[in-house]
């Protein structure tokens, strides 16, 4: 059964509850549009005609010439292979680290404080809030990756579960919470005689503020972790921090059952988050729904992903963490099958559909953290978590790749969004027989009664 958690583990939650603004309200739902907006303007000022944000629409990106409709997602990419030099050497660095809480803290009120940036974005000016959001981007990664390595050392093996789903479902939670507020205050800006825009610009100071104000509850109560093994400081640190990430690398291949785990969860994940992402575009291009639907959709996914994660958690305590997780997967194709069955204008279906969405979104990614915790190697979670991190990014492309091609050979969204049950499948079948005990077992780390 579930217990209560103690205080470092509600303290950790509560950095769910931070940070997951960004990654919802930010990165999701207000910069992508708005930022293609203000290029858009941008370009127009230039001469360009701009018959849609796609065509005859350049602007330079860092000097180079691309259509205003692609720039966030060139921006994405670029965030990325940042995330590629930055990610796994934060992970070394925080495994040797005196105090990881500084760490968490530094990144996270920098990225609070580039989100906060992001207002600066009006008129036909983008480039310097592609910049904060780059940044911002950066310091949300950086952050989950120090975060991911406090697990281990705030809930033994058989709170695992429970712990990192309850965080899934909080972060949720307070994800829509402010979502909500933000979306109040757009449908009520004329009352405080403001623009959209500004409205927009005012939401992005607010993620900011949210994230940066509930980090402070984490970062005074979480427990302070275990001596490290070294005490370098500085650039010695930082030295001794790419050597580690060597030996990291190198020893991985002693630990296969960690590494096809891994593999496994990327596959799926890369499923799971492509229907996240595509989700919008297939209700209103394929389904013909207004954007008022699509806002109500993605609010009440938030919602109910709460609920979801705490079943997640519930029935993982009953029936183990890998049973759970392949029943979530299993949920996962049946509701990818019932979008594809939509019919066109169709509100009531589609709101179905974002109910089973929002019951199952988050229980691949909450037991998975916690599976993955109890194949890492003792003492070097951070490291493993920035592999796992920076993993899930580094695929994040192939699944809306598959769906584009598939949409662009068939000239239709419905078997695209199809297509990504492969994903599911796939990576279902390699954690099935994943041995995960003996993983476990394999990484030196005590057996939970149930896995």
């Not at 994405?76 to 590629?84: E, I, P, S």
């Not at 760490?103 to 809030?129: N, P, Q, S, Y």
């Not at 093994?229 to 001794?240: C, D, I, K, Q, T």
């Not at 069955?341 to 974002?354: E, I």
Request: with cysteine; glycine share 10%; proline share 4%.
């Amino acid at each position: 059964m579930t217990n209560r958690l103690t205080a470092g583990q509600r303290a950790w939650c509560v950095y769910d509850w931070a940070n997951s603004v960004f990654k919802i309200s930010v990165s999701t739902v207000f910069f992508p549009l708005y930022l293609t907006e203000v290029a858009t303007a941008g370009a127009r000022a230039s001469g360009q005609p701009c018959q849609s944000a796609l065509r005859d629409c350049a602007v330079s990106l860092f000097g180079v010439s691309v259509q205003a409709g692609s720039v966030f997602g060139f921006l994405v990419a670029g965030a990325t292979v940042l995330q590629l030099l930055v990610l796994p050497i934060t992970g070394a660095i925080a495994d040797r680290a005196r105090n990881k809480r500084a760490m968490l803290g530094a990144f996270a009120l920098a990225g609070a404080i580039a989100t906060c940036g992001l207002a600066v974005i009006g008129g036909t000016d983008w480039r310097l809030g592609a910049v904060f959001f780059a940044v911002a981007n950066l310091c949300y990664y950086a952050s989950v990756v120090v975060f991911y390595a406090f697990l281990p050392e705030i809930a033994t093996p058989d709170q695992r579960d429970d712990v990192s789903s309850k965080g899934w479902a909080f972060g949720y939670l307070g994800g829509g919470l402010c979502l909500a507020a933000n979306i109040a205050l757009i449908q009520a800006r004329e009352l405080f005689g403001i623009t959209q825009a500004d409205a927009i610009r005012i939401c992005f100071v607010v993620c900011g503020v949210w994230w940066a104000a509930f980090t402070l509850i984490p970062l005074r109560r979480l427990p302070e972790q275990a001596a490290p093994p070294s005490r370098e400081h500085g650039g010695a640190l930082l030295a001794a921090g790419f050597r580690q990430l060597g030996h990291t690398l190198a020893q991985a291949r002693r630990f296969p059952i960690t590494l096809a785990f891994l593999a496994g969860f990327l596959i799926y994940i890369d499923g799971v988050n492509t229907v996240g992402a595509v989700a919008g575009l297939y209700g209103s291009e394929e389904l013909l729904l207004p954007v008022e639907v699509i806002t109500v959709t993605i609010l009440m996914v938030q919602f109910v992903a709460f609920g979801g994660g705490l079943a997640h958690g519930w029935l993982a305590a009953r029936i183990g963490a890998k049973r759970t997780l392949l029943i979530s997967l299993a949920l996962w194709t049946v509701v990818i099958g019932g979008a594809y069955f939509v019919q066109t204008g169709q509100r009531l279906q589609f709101y179905a559909v974002a109910l089973g969405i929002g019951l199952v979104i988050a229980g691949p990614a909450a037991l998975s953290r916690s599976l993955f915790s109890q194949l890492v190697p003792k003492g070097r979670a951070a490291e493993y978590f920035a592999l796992y991190t920076l993993g899930e990014r580094g695929t994040s492309s192939l699944g809306p790749l598959v769906f584009s091609v598939v949409a662009n050979a068939t000239g239709s969204f419905r078997p695209a969004i199809l297509s990504l049950i492969a994903f599911l499948v796939i990576g279902f079948a390699v954690v099935a027989v994943v041995p995960l005990r003996r993983g476990i077992r394999a990484a030196g780390n005590p057996e939970p009664k149930l896995v």
